[in-house]
């Protein structure tokens, strides 16, 4: 079970890291998480062809770091995800704060006697 | 490995971890009533703890500090919020000075322990809350626990730029 999520965590974490490990995506990110931007807007701030830029963003929206949704003919991008993204990892680390001493609660009770003393 | 399930929720920024120890219940609340048992889990390997008062009781402080490899010192004090000996314990963690007076600026947690016994051992179910989001990470940035990776930095970065 704790492998099954380990997996998962993994997968997310790689997805995470490779889309933001571009330049590009790292910019539109900071834009669409100031306010929602359609992908026409966003195409326009950038030398490269507007399906590149539609790439872009849908490796961050792969990733969780953006949701689109269409209204009529424009597909407008927003991040509020990627600080709830950011919690996930957050709690991720507190997560090995915790293991870590789990793990030593475990070595500390394992070196008792029978009789362990009172207070 | 005694952790057993982890459950991270997001929208409230509770962390909530069970882990099963072969030991009764009794024993697990003890290494939170004995204060050398606790300065010796409670701080990260890299950042040992010293308790240097111990009061778990409604009401009550446990007044600790942590010392890095540069020899560091960072200083917190549990308020003891309610005990129910051996079933668990109730507190907020905040940091504080030097003379364990409260440092309001930084973000406090609140911790839940309960300990049942679970299949001769003990379950124990730690519920650990962050008022906001940025606490946590301000928590995190202050590097009193171990592992803080590039990932979280890259995030932050972004949500700032």
């Known amino acids: 079970m704790s492998s099954d999520r380990d997996t998962q965590d993994e997968d997310r974490a790689d997805a995470l890291f490779h889309a933001l490990a571009d330049r590009t995506r790292r910019d539109i990110m900071r834009r669409v998480l100031r306010g929602e931007h359609s992908v026409t807007t966003l195409a326009a701030k950038y030398d490269m062809s507007f399906a590149a830029v539609q790439k872009h963003v849908a490796v961050l929206e792969k990733a969780g770091l953006v949701i689109k949704r269409r209204t009529g003919r424009e597909q407008l991008a927003s991040g509020d995800v990627a600080a ?27 070196l008792d006697t029978p009789a362990p003393p009172t207070l | 490995m005694p952790v057993t399930d982890v459950t991270p929720d997001i929208d409230n920024r509770t962390l909530t971890i069970t882990a099963d120890f072969a030991a009764p219940v009794e024993r697990v609340f003890q290494v939170y009533a004995d204060p050398r048992q606790l300065e010796r889990i409670w701080g990260p390997p890299t950042h040992p703890a010293t308790v240097v008062d111990h009061d778990l009781n409604p009401g009550g402080r446990v007044n600790y500090f942590m010392t890095g490899p540069e020899g560091e010192k960072f200083y917190g004090t549990w308020l003891v919020e309610s005990v129910d000996a051996p079933k668990g314990f109730a507190f907020d963690d905040a940091f504080t000075d030097d003379a364990f007076a409260i440092n309001a600026d930084l973000p406090v947690s609140k911790n839940v322990f309960a300990f049942s016994e679970y299949q001769g051992g003990t379950r124990a179910v730690y519920t650990s809350t962050y008022a906001t989001a940025e606490g946590l990470q301000q928590v995190l940035d202050m590097g009193v626990v171990e592992g803080a990776s590039g990932a979280i930095n890259q995030i932050d970065t972004l949500l700032a730029g």
Do not use: C, K, N, P
């Not at chain 1, 993204?85 to 475990?106: F, K, N």
């Open chain 1, 84 to 110: 709830v993204r950011s919690v996930a990892s957050m709690l991720g680390e507190l997560e090995d704060v915790w293991r870590g001493r789990i793990g030593r609660m475990d070595e500390l009770l394992a």
